[in-house]
């Protein structure tokens, strides 16, 4: 398959993607313009990073495993606006594990958006990891004056990381944070889930954390 038709289905898949969102988030989108700066965690191929770029937002695009990164990356190399960061967003600039999709082995870049830093994950092989390398989150959204959207959808590290960011004062710049929980599926974290819910609905930022991207 040559590389036009693999940008073209690119493309195709992100398009399909965009229209799945609920129609507050696509809204939220639609009004991204040239000024505009978003951060997506938990980037995997780039889908998200190119639908956020195409309304004209710079994107600063994280994803840990590094199947996934090597297409971010080639994504970013196509447009100028995204930029790919082979790191995790956690507490500090450091180190993990990445604990990889049980089936893993039979596709690395199908599988790598199951892959989680947390053993507890149900569809993960507690010991299939990688090292990986993190960044503190709240440190790097304090470069910027202002941030239009935080993505977060970080395979259940959710639950340690927004708690933490609510109790400080980076998200103060940010307009809009779009979380995806995994706590249908992941019984363990259902408890964890809805303490996060209630400490974020009890801080300043309840009003802009939505919990329904998908």
């Known amino acids: 398959m040559n590389s036009y038709i693999k940008r073209a289905l690119f493309v195709i898949k992100s398009r399909l993607y965009f229209h799945k969102l609920p129609k507050h988030i696509k809204k939220k989108i639609k009004e991204l313009n040239d000024n505009s700066v978003c951060i997506d965690c ?16 710079d994107v600063y695009a994280f994803e840990p495993n590094p199947y996934a990164f090597s297409h971010l990356k080639a994504i970013s190399s196509i447009y100028p606006g995204i930029f790919s960061h082979s790191t995790a967003v956690a507490f500090v600039d450091g180190t993990s594990k990445l604990f990889l999709h049980n089936e893993s082995s039979a596709d690395k870049v199908k599988f790598s958006t199951g892959s989680s830093m947390l053993d507890s994950k149900p ?8 090292n990986i390398k993190t960044i503190n989150l709240e440190k790097f959204i304090e470069k910027f004056p202002s ?3 935080l993505k977060i959808d970080i395979e259940g590290f959710e639950v340690e ?9 980076s998200l103060k710049n940010v307009k809009y944070i779009f979380v995806e929980t995994h706590d249908l599926k992941w019984s363990e974290l259902r408890l964890a889930t ?19 991207w998908i």
């Open 147 to 149: 941030i239009d959207i």
């Open 42 to 57: 938990g980037a995997n191929i780039g889908v998200v990073s190119y639908i956020l770029n195409s309304y004209g937002s």
């Open 194 to 212: 809805k303490k996060m819910i209630e400490v974020c609905g009890a801080s300043q930022y309840s009003k802009k954390i939505f919990y329904d």
């Open 161 to 169: 990381l927004l708690p933490a960011l609510v109790n400080g004062d």
């Open 123 to 130: 569809n993960i092989n507690s010991r299939d990891s990688i």
